[in-house]
């Protein structure tokens, strides 16, 4: 991802460091950012010590954005019907039936003293073609997890699930976008 990205700011004539670290000892500058954002992966981090970072990094009125997209499985339609059958090969994959919003990750932010907490949230359908949505499917954890052969065989079963009970050259997956801008004070 790195590499594309330095493909495009070539692209765009501009100029920009990149840094690979965790998310919880970034290794950059204390008091050194306005903005730190989060995009589809503050479930993976050890939220306690990332926010610590985070309130690292931050000059005083710093704010964090943490932000997630995710598919919402809806009665019948085919984001519910590919999560059941993630689960007939990955009975151990636990992000099924999501909601798209994330309110757990309140507290933490409110007692680690981030104030001016707001979120907001929208809905919007996304167009997949059957091919682009099976290999949306096969790059999620769920179906990522799986050895070569059951992979295989779920991509072939997916495939048919699609064909019969969806059989649209372009499917309208409806999506969630969800986010929380709060704000430290140090």
């Not at 330095?6 to 100029?15: A, C, F, G, W």
Request: aromatic share 10%.
């Amino acid at each position: 991802m790195i590499g594309q990205a330095m493909v495009l700011d070539r692209k765009s004539n501009v100029s920009i460091r990149y840094v690979e670290a965790t998310a919880e000892s970034t290794g950059i500058d204390g008091g050194s950012a306005d903005v730190v954002t989060a995009g589809q992966c503050w479930h993976w981090f050890d939220r306690p010590r990332a926010t610590a970072e985070v309130i690292r990094l931050l000059r005083p009125g710093g704010k964090l954005v943490i932000a997630h997209f995710d598919w919402l499985p809806l009665a019948g339609n085919v984001v519910e019907a590919t999560e059941e059958l993630i689960m007939q090969y990955n009975s151990d994959w636990h992000f099924d039936g999501g909601i798209g919003m994330h309110p757990q990750w309140f507290p933490g932010l409110g007692e680690a003293g981030f104030r001016d907490i707001q979120s907001f949230s929208y809905d919007m359908d996304v167009p997949y073609t059957p091919e682009a949505w099976r290999g949306r499917i096969r790059a999620s954890v769920g179906v990522a997890a799986l050895d070569e052969d059951a992979a295989r065989r779920f991509d072939g079963d997916h495939a048919e699930l699609l064909s019969a009970r969806f059989p649209s050259s372009v499917l309208a997956v409806p999506h969630r976008v969800f986010a929380i801008v709060a704000e430290h004070n140090r």
